[in-house]
């Protein structure tokens, strides 16, 4: 592997110190299942390698009545071994335990998942469904964006030279309201979504009919997607499968996806709203307090 | 200018072992060419294989893909910890009687990933087993075998606290 140098802040102030001026060759180090590998094969070439996994800020799992907080260096296997996040914020623990095998699990983070901005990558479409906002500090301060406004490209975010992602921040569970993530891969495990679909719905006191819906697509346009007017177009419907053929119909619309070698844009397509509504029915289970069976590694 | 060596503080198969390395050095590559201990082995070294699997603070990783200046203060335990000093580990027993492997090139990483899968789930499923064990590549078996050692080690393990 190439040679670089490696340091190991403990405080976020320092870190945006090492990255200032830096102009992106000292990278980011959480989990390092995708930088230590792009280092090794040339596709990145860093001179400075920055651990922030001792940053306390980037570690934090909170919850608390403003909502819950996640650091961006926490690994998937802390985020699904978290009860408030397996049964508050579930779809982000089912896309936690479908990422790589375990060993890439005790290591690779949502915040690192998320900075790698790819279409497919697993945890984001459910970063979208749950409302998660990106906090990022920079030699400029610390701001705000929502999860669904992050990535700009394959590969590409907002981020600004000398920022990094901190953590993201949830609002606070709503009653009667449940979440999932599933993605469609042609073997049970350690594989990319040809599609991803997360979702979320918030029922109303007497869990027949919707209140609001959120609903995130992966692997269907160059960045993750929000397909928010299918979300908004269950708002006040019955919670029934007529409603959520509908939504499915809308989601399938903002889909637009290409060929590769995972599927054709036809086939994505078409997942997209089987998908979606499987997905949007397991939320629904979830808000109503049903337990839903996930197939192991879906 | 070479980024200068680290001097790295870590317990290894409960022995604390300090070592020096570059930056870029992997864990894989210091416990094999520093430390000599070639138990793990270098598969794929892009984190498909599992062949380098040891556990990272009771976790399971891939030493290709962890930074060996990033294990101060850590605690490391690899395949040539494994074995109690007068024979062997129920699942290395299970994988011998059960003939779970022919090279033997992917077996440590199997070993420490089935060793992590049954401190935490102690009688898996055929299914848990297969899932949990995905992150381990095996060209030779099959892994049919490899499942039903993971299963007699379970149930050794059963009949140990029975």
Known sequence: MRDFEYAAPASLDEAIELFTGKNGSAKALAGGTDLIDHVRTGRLSPDLIVDIKKISELNILENSSSGFRLGAAVSCNRIYRDETIVSEYSALADSCRIIGGVQ????????????????????????????????????????????????????????????????????????????????????????????????????????????????????????????ESAGDLLAGMPANDDSIAQAALEAQAAAKPIDDMRGTKEFRVHVTRVLTERVLKAAVARAKGESVEVAIGH | MMAKKRVVTTSINGTETEFLCEPRQTLLEVLRDVLDLTGSK?????????????????????????????????????????????????????????????????????????????????????????????????????????????????????????
């Open chain 1, 104 to 227: 890439i699990q005790s290591r690779a983070s949502v915040g690192g998942n998320l900075c790698n901005s790819g279409p497919a990558a697993d945890t984001t479409p459910a970063l979208i469904a749950l409302e998660a906002t990106c906090v990022i500090a920079g030699p400029n301060g610390t701001r705000e964006v929502a999860v669904e406004d992050f990535c700009t490209a394959p590969g590409q975010n907002v981020l600004q030279s000398g920022e990094i992602l901190v953590e993201l921040k949830f609002p606070p569970r709503q009653e009667n309201s449940g979440s999932h993530y599933r993605r469609f891969i042609p073997r049970y495990e350690m594989d990319i979504a040809v599609v991803g679909v997360g979702a979320s719905v918030v029922l109303d006191s007497d869990r027949e009919t919707i209140v609001s819906a959120r609903i995130g697509l992966g692997a269907v346009a160059p960045t993750p997607l929000f397909a």
């Open chain 2, 42 to 162: 270098e598969g794929c070294s892009n984190g498909n294989c599992g062949a380098c699997t040891v556990l990272l603070n009771g976790d399971p990783v891939d030493s290709c893909l962890v930074l060996a200046v990033e294990c101060e203060g850590a605690d490391i335990e690899t395949i040539e910890g494994v074995a109690p000093t007068d024979g062997l580990h129920r699942i290395q027993d299970a994988f011998l009687e059960c003939a779970a492997l022919q090279c033997g090139i992917c077996t440590p990483g199997f070993i420490m990933s089935a060793k992590s899968l049954l401190q935490q789930n102690p009688s898996p499923s055929e299914d848990e087993i297969r899932f949990y064990l995905a992150g381990n590549l095996c060209r030779c078996t099959g892994y049919d075998k490899i499942v039903r050692a993971v299963q007699e080690a379970a149930k050794a393990k059963e009949e140990v606290t029975a």
